[in-house]
């Protein structure tokens, strides 16, 4: 196959897009799981002994459990063992729904968080969780520790209801770079931000993938900016990459170290991006011109964001670099399936 073809054909299949990402179901954890009241940062170790701690039931309110009328800060712990057969697959944590806010760590790392805690608290008790595993985080057919911070301010509290287990999405786009996690992020708009770090004032962090509303953005429509560092690897020796970034509600535009690399929908003029009201269910599949990434240091990618309703931002994974090739196969693959 030419090169010129392979192009071609990547950038068809960029435009295609993804109705809903579809699971499988690897390890219920509905039941026991245990329970203190109180916030300490140290809970989220997995070194922490939480023998003396309650046994509570998820999901369930924990108000139908024993603790009638808490409102405030709880914990909740528990191991859980993958086994090595699940290390092809993109795996991924459900909690189901949670009341009113929560932030999540897999052995000891947070890797997602909805709503936003005191004295800025803002309520995400309609989100479905799902979080993202990062492979570097699991140890297989060994003990992982969730622990889950959650924050109610009244009625029902705790992880209420839905399903409780790790799922495995079904034929994945497995990155060799995952970029999932903390990114820089701040709202508004100026063209010279793509140039910014994200140590300037006015970024702060924020969680990727996740909708900016979760994280203490409620409400916001608008324009909004996410920066990342990474240190490109060898594996960007091999082949022509591509950038994923998931699925963005609603338009964006992704540059790296400053240069834009691709866009869906156009941001100008504002009072037309309505017409790209299904921009929102595509992925977002960037090629990355030869020569633009510089190998063992460190490059930067900016992404602009616009969303006129409902949620908005880097809403749902997968978020890294994969090569070419891998993600030409993926289309094959999914295209045969059909």
Request: net charge neutral; hydrophobic share 35%.
């Amino acid at each position: 196959m030419g090169k010129k073809f392979q192009i071609i054909s990547l950038l068809l299949l960029c435009s295609l897009a993804v109705h809903g990402q579809k699971y499988k179901s690897l390890l219920n954890m509905e039941g026991q799981w245990k329970f203190s009241l109180g916030n300490n940062p140290e809970w989220s170790s997995p070194g922490f002994d939480h023998s003396s701690w309650a046994q509570i039931y998820v999901p369930s309110p924990w108000e139908a459990q024993g603790f009638n009328g808490y409102d405030g800060y709880a914990w909740y712990r528990k191991f859980i063992t993958l086994s090595v057969n699940y290390q092809k697959e993109a795996l991924v944590l459900e909690l189901g729904y949670i009341d009113d806010v929560d932030e999540v760590f897999f052995n000891g790392v947070r890797i997602g968080g909805s709503g936003q805690f005191p004295p800025y608290f803002a309520t995400a008790y309609t989100a479905r969780r799902m979080y993202p595993i990062p492979e570097k985080l699991i140890y297989y057919n060994r003990a992982n520790l969730i622990a889950v911070k959650v924050y109610d301010q009244q009625l029902e509290g705790g992880i209420i209801r839905g399903d409780v287990r790790v799922v495995a999405e079904k034929n994945p786009l497995k990155t060799f770079l995952d970029l999932q996690g903390e990114w820089n992020f701040r709202t508004g708009d100026n063209m010279d931000w793509r140039h910014y770090t994200g140590n300037e004032e006015g970024w702060h962090k924020i969680y990727v993938p996740g909708a900016w509303e979760n994280q203490g953005y409620k409400g916001y429509d608008g324009y909004a900016w996410y920066q990342k560092d990474f240190v490109a690897n060898d594996n960007f020796k091999i082949d022509r990459v591509v950038l994923l970034m998931g699925k963005i509600d609603d338009l964006d535009e992704v540059y790296v170290n400053g240069i834009k690399i691709g866009q869906t929908g156009f941001m100008e003029p504002p009072h037309e991006q309505r017409q790209f009201t299904e921009a929102y269910k595509q992925l977002r599949a960037y090629l990355v011109p030869e020569g633009l990434i510089k190998l063992g240091k460190t490059n930067t990618i900016h992404v602009r964001v616009s969303d006129f309703y409902r949620e908005g931002g880097i809403v749902e994974g997968p978020i890294g670099f994969i090569q070419q090739r891998d993600y030409i196969a993926y289309w094959r693959n999914k295209k045969m399936d059909r």
